[in-house]
C-alpha cells in the first residue's frame, strides 16, 4: 500500500473530490465546535458545484493526494487570502494541513505579499496560532441565515 503523500496544484476534475472532502470534514470534525444546525448550514454552503469550482478560479490552489485519493487542499487568492483549508477528517494530525501551509506561505512569499489572511473556525483556530497567525478579530458571520463565530487572522511575512 502506497501511504506517500504528494503535494500537487488544483485542477478542475478535483473539483468534486473536493468538495466532499470539505463537507466530510465539516460534518465529521468541526461538528466539535458548532451545532448541528451551524454545521448544516455550512455543509450546504458547498451544495452549488458551479460556484463552488469558481471559487478556485484564478487562485493559487493545491491538494495533496494519499494512495490517488485527495486527503486535503488548500486556495489563496492571488492577495493573500486563504479561502479554504481543509483535511480529510481521517487523516487529521498527519501533517497534511502543515504540507499545505507550507506551500501556500511559500507561494505568498513569491508573489511578495506581505500578509496571509483568513477567516478560521473555532476548530482551525488552534493550528493558525500554531503557524504564527494572530487573531484581527472574532467575529460572527450568516451562513444560509445561520449565525457561525470565527477569527479574522492574519499571518505577517518577511520577504
Avoid at 451551524?38 to 451544495?47: F, G, R, S, T, V
Avoid at 493559487?60 to 489563496?76: H, K, N, P, T, W
Wanted: net charge neutral; glycine share 4%.
Amino acid at each position: 500500500m502506497n501511504t506517500a503523500l504528494r503535494l500537487r496544484e488544483f485542477t478542475l476534475g478535483d473539483g468534486e473530490s473536493c468538495r466532499r472532502l470539505f463537507n466530510d470534514t465539516v460534518r465529521q470534525v468541526n461538528c466539535r465546535d458548532y451545532t448541528p444546525t451551524q454545521i448544516d448550514a455550512w455543509a450546504h454552503a458547498a451544495m452549488n458545484v458551479e460556484s463552488w469550482l469558481r471559487r478556485f478560479s484564478d487562485n493559487f490552489a493545491l491538494v495533496v493526494e494519499q494512495s490517488d485519493a485527495i486527503v486535503g487542499f488548500a486556495d489563496m487568492t492571488r492577495d493573500g487570502y486563504l479561502d479554504r483549508l481543509f483535511v480529510s477528517a481521517d487523516h487529521q494530525r498527519q501533517g497534511i494541513a502543515t504540507m499545505l501551509m507550507n506551500a501556500i506561505e511559500s507561494a505568498a512569499k513569491n508573489s511578495h505579499l506581505s500578509r496571509v489572511h483568513t477567516q478560521a473556525s473555532i476548530t482551525a483556530k488552534p493550528f493558525f496560532v500554531s503557524r504564527g497567525f494572530t487573531v484581527v478579530a472574532e467575529q460572527t458571520v450568516k451562513c444560509r441565515g445561520i449565525e457561525l463565530t470565527n477569527f479574522v487572522m492574519e499571518l505577517k511575512l518577511e520577504n
